[in-house]
Nanobody, 124 residues
Framework: QVQLVESGGGLVQAGGSLRLSCAAS????????VAWCLQAPGKEREYVAA????????YIADSAKGRFTISRENAKNTVYLQMNSLKPEDTAVYYC?????????????????WGQGTQVTVSS
């Protein structure tokens, strides 16, 4: 089992940047595919990005392509989400999620372990 803790959220103006971090417990972090998902008020949780176990493969949702980058450092048990050119519609709680296996599943339903989330607010 893995435990996930997100950090790095906050308030930023439109056009600005934030880097979210997801710190994981456990010695087997490199066996997990990790994803970032968001949930805006009154809306369903949405998939944003995912990264393979060794970091070689990534999957970015269309809404985030060209603006967001996902990366990981297994030696530090950490996954990052670099968010650039932020828009007010990016405002949401961002969650880190993990699943065992190799497949990058592009839906929140495919992930078994979740962090508590970090709030990102983008002002216009």
């Amino acid at each position: 089992q893995v435990q996930l803790v997100e950090s790095g959220g906050g308030l930023v103006q439109a056009g600005g940047s934030l880097r979210l971090s997801c710190a994981a417990s456990g010695r087997t972090f490199s066996t997990y595919v990790v994803a970032w998902c968001l949930q805006a008020p009154g809306k369903e949780r949405e998939y944003v990005a995912a990264i393979s176990r060794n970091g070689a493969n990534t999957y970015i949702a269309d809404s985030a392509k060209g603006r967001f980058t996902i990366s990981r450092e297994n030696a530090k048990n950490t996954v990052y989400l670099q968010m650039n050119s932020l828009k007010p519609e990016d405002t949401a709680v961002y969650y880190c999620a993990a699943r065992l296996g190799e497949v990058l599943v592009p839906t929140p339903l495919g992930y078994d372990y979740w962090g508590q989330g970090t709030q990102v607010t983008v002002s216009s």
